[in-house]
């Protein structure tokens, strides 16, 4: 067992999507405890992956596909972990998007995965979400934290529009908001009211465990 949750690691530290795959695929036909294989497993990989980038060992793409490789893991074990009835331990819930006008993803992806790996549950919206469906998913999912990425100067707009319209339908203090993206900085974040920013997905994770603690 231990062999296999290193397989499982290494996998996802190799960035070598197609064999989490085959090794999350394989845990489902061993009847191997699929809690197990996230969070002892591949969950380990994409940390020790986050890590060695923090250190300047790993570089943006070699994070990336690491991310991609325990998304894809994820995404195969999701359906047996519905059915044993397991969530793990959650830290909480966030939902995560893109602002309106913007269509990059691979940073909000990262940040997705790294606070899954880290015990939280995520609603990824996706790119180019709208105002107005952030809003409706804070009002729908009740999360604990709403995380937004703009990576353009025309659309961080974005990010204030959406806590001022929060503020409008009387639940911005029922969220905690967490911006990050390339034209975002601390004092951006403090200028519209958000809880906090992050630069990368990494410092995502302190940030969120930080105010949400």
């Known amino acids: 067992m231990r062999e296999f949750l290193a397989e499982c690691k290494n996998a996802v530290l190799d960035g070598d999507r197609e064999r989490a795959v085959g090794l999350a695929v394989r845990a489902i036909d061993d009847g191997i405890e699929v809690l197990d294989v996230i969070e002892q497993g591949f969950a380990v990989g994409i940390r020790e992956a986050g890590d060695r980038w923090e250190k300047g060992e790993y570089f943006l793409p070699e994070l990336a596909f690491s991310a991609e490789s325990m998304k894809a893991a994820m995404e195969t074990l999701r359906p047996a972990l519905i059915e044993s009835g397991g969530k793990g331990r959650s830290k909480g819930t966030v939902v995560i998007g893109t602002v309106q006008g913007d269509i990059h993803d691979i940073g909000k992806m990262l940040v997705a995965t790294m606070l899954a790996a880290n015990g939280y549950e995520i609603v990824d919206l996706g790119a180019d979400v709208a105002h107005d469906r952030f809003v409706s998913e804070v009002k729908n999912q009740q999360p604990d934290l709403l995380c937004m990425s703009a990576l353009l100067?025309?659309?961080?707009?974005?990010?204030?529009?959406?806590?001022?319209?929060?503020?409008?339908?009387?639940?911005?203090?029922?969220?905690?908001?967490?911006?990050?993206?390339?034209?975002?900085?601390e004092t951006w974040a403090s200028d519209i009211g958000a809880d906090g920013y992050a630069d990368n997905a990494v410092a995502a994770v302190h940030k969120a465990d930080e105010i949400l603690s």
């Not at 503020?167 to 900085?185: F, Q, W, Y």
């Open 153 to 185: 100067t025309t659309t961080m707009m974005g990010q204030k529009t959406i806590i001022d319209m929060l503020s409008e339908a009387g639940i911005r203090n029922s969220v905690k908001v967490l911006i990050g993206g390339a034209p975002a900085t």
